[in-house]
């Protein structure tokens, strides 16, 4: 039973006075397993929101389903078992974050013993625990998304939607949501989120799918996107300058000389053979270092190709 399924999902919007056909979801399917956090890429108006509206319920698709935990997310049970928070959290202003959470746990019929542990320990987790009775028109725009948060959580759920949880908090904020993310992941929690900061993708997420005109053009692992984006290695080992220059390198590489040590750059397709070599001649290595495109470049190759 995975948390997040989506099977053939498709959304038609109607737009303008002719009431033109807009698709923002062309037949998607995607699963996320436990202890997952999947990171959904896409450029502005690729459908990522549309999904998390759709797994949220908040819009119906035109077709294909959604379930959550096994649950259609049209049913209750599904979204009792889902945190979500929007791309632009909009509460009352005259409300307080204690005050958010004691309402978002009444509506998931959360005691009011268990949403006071609950809370204070989100409050202080999110470092709210001093503003937790202050009006939330007085909060920063990072405090309220780190409040929204923790409405969230309040309830305890299983399965996590995050829409843009980065949008608008500072570098100890996006630190402070990326650890919490990490935190409920060990805790055996599914979290599926979108977002454009790119270098936050690559320190907490497990798997990626990448989103472009509502066609699923990309989904895998983390670590596959790490493999795939090695542009060459860099070698650095030493050995006998002698013995190093009477060899044969793969790709006819020469070892350039540092100081008391050999430098090499060898394509991935050469790797295996230039450590080989190196290994039998019984030089010692100083290092390796794979050098890699960026996830900025991978992710811009990979939307203009699709």
Same mark, same amino acid.
């Given at each position: 039973?995975?948390?997040?399924?989506?099977?053939g999902?498709?959304?038609?919007?109607?737009?303008?006075?002719?009431?033109?056909k807009v698709?923002?979801l062309n037949?998607?399917?995607?699963?996320?397993?436990?202890d997952?956090?999947?990171?959904?890429?896409?450029?502005?108006?690729?459908?990522?929101?549309?999904?998390?509206?759709?797994?949220?319920?908040?819009?119906?698709?035109?077709? =294909?389903? *959604? #379930?959550? !935990?096994?649950?259609?997310v &049209?049913?209750p049970?599904a979204r009792?078992? /889902?945190?979500? %928070?929007?791309?632009?959290?909009?509460?009352?202003?005259?409300?307080?974050s204690?005050?958010?959470?004691t309402f978002?746990?009444?509506?998931?019929?959360?005691?009011e013993?268990?949403?006071?542990?609950?809370?204070?320990?989100?409050?202080e987790?999110?470092?709210?625990?001093?503003?937790?009775?202050?009006?939330?028109?007085?909060?920063?725009?990072?405090?309220?998304?780190?409040? =929204?948060? *923790? #409405?969230a !959580?309040?309830?305890?759920? &299983?399965?996590?939607?995050?829409?843009?949880? /980065?949008?608008? %908090?500072?570098p100890?904020?996006?630190?402070?949501?990326?650890?919490?993310?990490?935190?409920?992941?060990?805790?055996?929690?599914?979290?599926?989120f979108?977002?454009?900061?790119?270098?936050?993708v690559?320190?907490?997420c497990?798997?990626?799918?990448?989103?472009?005109?509502?066609?699923?053009?990309?989904?895998?692992?983390?670590?596959?996107?790490r493999?795939?984006?090695?542009?060459y290695?860099?070698?650095?080992?030493?050995?006998?300058?002698?013995?190093v220059?009477e060899?044969?390198?793969?790709?006819q590489?020469?070892?350039?000389?540092?100081?008391?040590?050999h430098?090499?750059?060898?394509?991935?397709?050469?790797f295996d053979?230039?450590?080989?070599?190196?290994?039998?001649?019984?030089?010692?290595f100083?290092?390796?270092?794979?050098?890699?495109?960026r996830?900025?470049d991978f992710?811009?190759?990979?939307?203009?190709?699709?």
């Amino acid at each position: 039973m995975e948390p997040i399924r989506i099977e053939g999902l498709s959304k038609i919007y109607r737009k303008g006075l002719r009431q033109q056909k807009v698709l923002a979801l062309n037949d998607l399917s995607l699963t996320v397993e436990e202890d997952v956090i999947f990171g959904f890429l896409g450029p502005n108006g690729a459908g990522k929101s549309t999904t998390i509206k759709i797994l949220s319920d908040l819009i119906r698709p035109t077709s =294909g389903r *959604a #379930a959550i !935990l096994g649950q259609d997310v &049209r049913r209750p049970e599904a979204r009792g078992q /889902m945190g979500y %928070l929007p791309e632009n959290p909009n509460y009352y202003g005259f409300l307080s974050s204690w005050e958010l959470l004691t309402f978002h746990a009444a509506i998931h019929g959360i005691s009011e013993p268990a949403m006071r542990e609950s809370g204070n320990k989100l409050l202080e987790m999110l470092e709210l625990t001093d503003a937790a009775h202050r009006p939330l028109r007085t909060y920063s725009k990072g405090m309220v998304q780190r409040a =929204g948060i *923790a #409405a969230a !959580l309040v309830h305890n759920p &299983r399965v996590l939607i995050f829409d843009e949880p /980065m949008s608008g %908090l500072d570098p100890i904020g996006r630190k402070l949501v990326m650890d919490l993310m990490l935190n409920l992941r060990a805790q055996g929690k599914t979290i599926f989120f979108s977002t454009h900061i790119l270098a936050d993708v690559e320190t907490v997420c497990d798997r990626i799918g990448v989103i472009v005109e509502g066609n699923l053009v990309y989904e895998g692992a983390m670590e596959r996107v790490r493999s795939s984006a090695v542009q060459y290695y860099h070698l650095v080992f030493s050995g006998s300058d002698s013995a190093v220059q009477e060899l044969s390198w793969p790709g006819q590489t020469v070892p350039r000389k540092q100081a008391d040590l050999h430098v090499l750059e060898v394509k991935p397709e050469q790797f295996d053979a230039t450590v080989k070599i190196i290994v039998e001649k019984g030089f010692r290595f100083n290092r390796i270092e794979p050098k890699r495109e960026r996830l900025e470049d991978f992710f811009v190759k990979l939307t203009k190709k699709s």
